[in-house]
C-alpha cells in the first residue's frame, strides 16, 4: 500500500512520510485514509448462518469464487477499526487450536478459528498512534509486531495467554524493545530464533538482526546496511542444489530506492557479526520490488514487483528467478496472472503459491510444472467483487499455513476472511 508527501501533512500526523513518498497520490485508497470509525470493539461475531457456503456457480455469498468455499468473516465494524492490514497464524502445540493474529490500523486483533464456522474474537492490543502499515510474525509461542507508527519499536506478545480467554479483553504487550523506531516489515527465521526487522531508521533500511531464542529477552547483534532499504525479506537454512551454501543461514531481500533502483538482495547472515553479500539481480520492467518467496526445495524464488501493474498496465506479473546457483540468480519464467489487479504476498506451500493480488482477491496458482515453466491459477476467492483495477483496496495478506486447510485473508476494507479449498 502506498503513499505519497502529497499527503505529507496528513502522514506526519498518522505515521510519518518514508519510502512511498515517491508514488502518486491519486493512488491511495480513500477508504485507508479516513479515520478511524467510532465503534464498539467489544463487539462478538454474530454469524447469520454457521454452514459453509459454498462456491457455487462462480460465487460465494456474493464473492467470486473459483474452488474455494467462504467459512466465516469478521468485518471491520466487529474488529472496532477502520483499515486491515497484514495477517499472520499460530496453532498452539498443546491443545491443536488455530488462531488468527490479524493487523489493524490501530492496533492487533487476536481470533481463535478453532471453529472457523464460528471464530471468536479474543482481544485487541491496541495503540497510542495509529498506521495503515503493521507486520505480524510468530516464533516460540509469541507474536512479534512492528508498524511504521513512530515509536512503535517491537511488540512482543505471548500468544499463550489466550488459551484463559473467553471474551474479548483489551490487552497489552508482554514486552517491546524500543531500540528502533518504525519499521515496515519483519521476517524471522524459526529454524535459528532470529528475526530481521526491516524498513527502520536503521542499518540504512537493511535488515537489524535481533536474538530472540528467548522471545521476552530479545537481544540486538547487529544488522546490514550495505545494499540499502528492504522492504520485506525471507531468511531460511538453505536446503537447495547449491552446495557452496547448503547449511548456510540466508537472507533474501526486496530492495528499492523508490525509483529504478530495483533488486533481490542475497546475503549470507549465518555470522551476524560478519554478514556478506553473495549477490545482487535486477530485472526489466521493475517499479518497486516488494516481496518474495522460494519454493520448498529452494530451488526457485518467486518474486513481485508492487507498483508494474500500475504504472506499466500490465496483468498481475509473478517473476521466477532460478537460484539453484545463488550467486547467479536467473529469471527464467514471467507468470501473467489473469487481471490487472496489483500484486502483493505470496507463499508457497508445497505445489501451490498463495497470492494476495489486492482488488483481484486471493488467487492460488499450481506451480507443481514450474520446471517446465508452467504455472496455472487453480483456484480463487475475491473478497473486493466491485472491480479489479490497479488500486489498493482488497487483499493485503493471506495466510495459508494451517494444517486444517483454512486460509485466512486479510481485506482492507472487508476485514478477516475465513475460507478453503472446496472437497
Not at 235 to 247: C, I, R
Not at 283 to 291: I, L, M
Not at 357 to 374: C, E, K
Amino acid at each position: 500500500m502506498e503513499k505519497t508527501c502529497y499527503f505529507l501533512m496528513f502522514m506526519i500526523f498518522f505515521s510519518g512520510c518514508n519510502k512511498y513518498e515517491l508514488i502518486n497520490d491519486s493512488i491511495v485508497s480513500p477508504s485507508i485514509i479516513n479515520p478511524p470509525r467510532n465503534v464498539d470493539s467489544t463487539l462478538t461475531v454474530d454469524l447469520p448462518s454457521p454452514e459453509i457456503i459454498k462456491c457455487e456457480n462462480g460465487f460465494a455469498n456474493g464473492y467470486p469464487c473459483k474452488g474455494m468455499d467462504l467459512y466465516s468473516q469478521i468485518s471491520l465494524t466487529q474488529f472496532g477499526s477502520s483499515f486491515a492490514n497484514d495477517n499472520w497464524g499460530w496453532t498452539d502445540r498443546d491443545s491443536g487450536k488455530e488462531y488468527v493474529i490479524q493487523g489493524l490500523n490501530d492496533g492487533t486483533a487476536f481470533v481463535d478459528i478453532s471453529d472457523p464456522l464460528n471464530p471468536i474474537y479474543l482481544g485487541k492490543l491496541s495503540v497510542s498512534t495509529p498506521s495503515t502499515w503493521r507486520d505480524i510474525k510468530v516464533f516460540n509461542d509469541h507474536a512479534f509486531i512492528v508498524s511504521e507508527a513512530n515509536d512503535h519499536g517491537l511488540q512482543i506478545f505471548d500468544l499463550r495467554r489466550l488459551r484463559d480467554i473467553e471474551t474479548f479483553q483489551s490487552l497489552i504487550a508482554d514486552k517491546r524493545l524500543d531500540t528502533f523506531g518504525s519499521a515496515h516489515n519483519i521476517a524471522i527465521n524459526e529454524a535459528t530464533g532470529f528475526a530481521y526487522v526491516v524498513g527502520s531508521q536503521r542499518f540504512s533500511g537493511g535488515p537489524l538482526f535481533i536474538d530472540i531464542n528467548e522471545p521476552q529477552n530479545p537481544i540486538e547483534v547487529g544488522g546490514y546496511r550495505t545494499m540499502g532499504y528492504s522492504h520485506d525479506a525471507q531468511v531460511v537454512v538453505y536446503h537447495g542444489p547449491d552446495e557452496n551454501f547448503k547449511g548456510k543461514e540466508i537472507y533474501i531481500g526486496s530492495n528499492s530506492d523508490g525509483g529504478s533502483n530495483n533488486k533481490v538482495v542475497i546475503v549470507d547472515v549465518t555470522d551476524k557479526s560478519n554478514p556478506e553479500l553473495i549477490t545482487t539481480k535486477s530485472y526489466g520492467g521493475s517499479a518497486y520490488a516488494h516481496q518474495s518467496w522460494l519454493s520448498t526445495d529452494h530451488k526457485y524464488l518467486f518474486f513481485g514487483d508492487e507498483l508494474d501493474e500500475y504504472y506499466y498496465g500490465n496483468n498481475t506479473k509473478t517473476f521466477v528467478f532460478d537460484v539453484s546457483k545463488l550467486n547467479e540468480p536467473d529469471l527464467t519464467y514471467t507468470y501473467n496472472g489473469t487481471t490487472t489487479a496489483i500484486d502483493h504476498n505470496g507463499y508457497v506451500v508445497g505445489s501451490l503459491f498463495y497470492l494476495s493480488n489486492y482488488t483481484a482477491g486471493l488467487r492460488v496458482m499450481d506451480i507443481s510444472q514450474i520446471h517446465n515453466n508452467i504455472m496455472d491459477e487453480v483456484m480463487y476467492f475475491d473478497t473486493y467483487p466491485e472491480s479489479d483495477l490497479t488500486s489498493f483496496d482488497g487483499v493485503w495478506n493471506s495466510y495459508p499455513f494451517f494444517q486444517s486447510g483454512i486460509v485466512a485473508i486479510s481485506d482492507g476494507q472487508g476485514g478477516l476472511f475465513l475460507v478453503k479449498a472446496s472437497n
